[in-house]
């Protein structure tokens, strides 16, 4: 993943970088907020099916609780997020950095409404609402109604292609993330750039002692030659309370056209 260079960057340039570092997968249609899909990959005669059930288990189970998720990117990008996967509901913040400026954008999910504060269009403690409709497809502010996950980590791993164990309730294997464009905020057009390198994306994952998801990291490859940083999802908190109370109606404003419209909506 790169970090889009921020400076100088006015509304629809900066409303263009939340697509760009958002984390919702462009091509798959958003599962209900009750449940992950059941992660069905299928293992290549190198992966051990044990593995592949494990960390297929893991995943799923992210839709049956709630649960902190942060997701790193060096120091350029930052993804915290508090879901409540039976509900529907979350918050997030979303920190894209660049050589001269940060720039911060928090969301708040409330079962199908989403409501953001977005830097030049919200004012203070202001919310605005996002018609999803308006939106193509891929386009995410760090959470998405109907996505119980902003890595959409089940989907990542469906992409698996040898997964075996490599320690106590730790995982390794290779992403094939041509089959994941969009995931976890990696583009289909960063995906292609990658070339032959993007079938086999060494990954890490790690469960805790109830295995359950605690991190999985990708080794991405390098652009330009450029080493890429590793992608980093924790997920922590498992069960913890989730406050995301829709805003009142006073301190909401629908979001403008040109929000739409730096997105490539409508």
């Not at 942060?70 to 997020?81: D, H, K, R, V």
Request: net charge negative; hydrophobic share 40%; proline share 6%.
């Amino acid at each position: 993943m790169r970090t889009p260079r921020l400076a100088g960057l006015g509304l629809a340039a900066a409303t263009a970088t939340f697509a760009v570092v958002g984390c919702a997968s462009q091509n798959t249609p958003a599962t209900s907020a009750s449940s992950a899909p059941p992660v069905s990959a299928v293992p290549s005669t190198s992966a051990d099916p044990a593995a592949v059930g494990a960390l297929s288990d893991a995943a799923t189970a992210l839709g049956n609780t709630s649960f902190k998720m942060t997701m790193t990117s060096g120091a350029g990008f930052q993804l915290t997020a508090n879901l409540d996967a039976p509900h529907g509901t979350g918050n997030a913040e979303m920190t894209a950095k660049g050589a001269n400026t940060a720039l911060t954008v928090r969301t708040l999910l409330a079962g199908q409404d989403l409501y953001a504060q977005i830097p030049g269009v919200t004012q203070g403690t202001t919310w605005t609402h996002l018609d999803m409709a308006r939106l193509p497809d891929g386009a995410n502010f760090g959470l998405k109604p109907g996505q119980i996950d902003p890595a959409n980590t089940a989907e990542l791993l469906r992409a698996t292609t040898d997964v075996t164990k490599s320690g106590e309730n730790s995982y390794a294997g290779t992403l094939d993330l041509t089959k994941a464009a969009g995931v976890a905020g990696i583009s289909k057009v960063t995906v292609d750039g990658y070339g032959a390198d993007a079938q086999k994306v060494p990954f890490e994952a790690t469960l805790d002692q109830q295995d359950r998801l605690e991190q999985l990291t990708l080794r991405l490859p390098a652009v330009d030659n450029r080493e890429a940083q590793p992608l980093v999802i924790k997920y922590s908190d498992y069960g913890q309370t989730v406050s995301a109370e829709r805003p009142p109606a006073g301190q909401v404003t629908e979001a403008p056209d040109n929000v739409y419209q730096a997105l490539g909506g409508k």
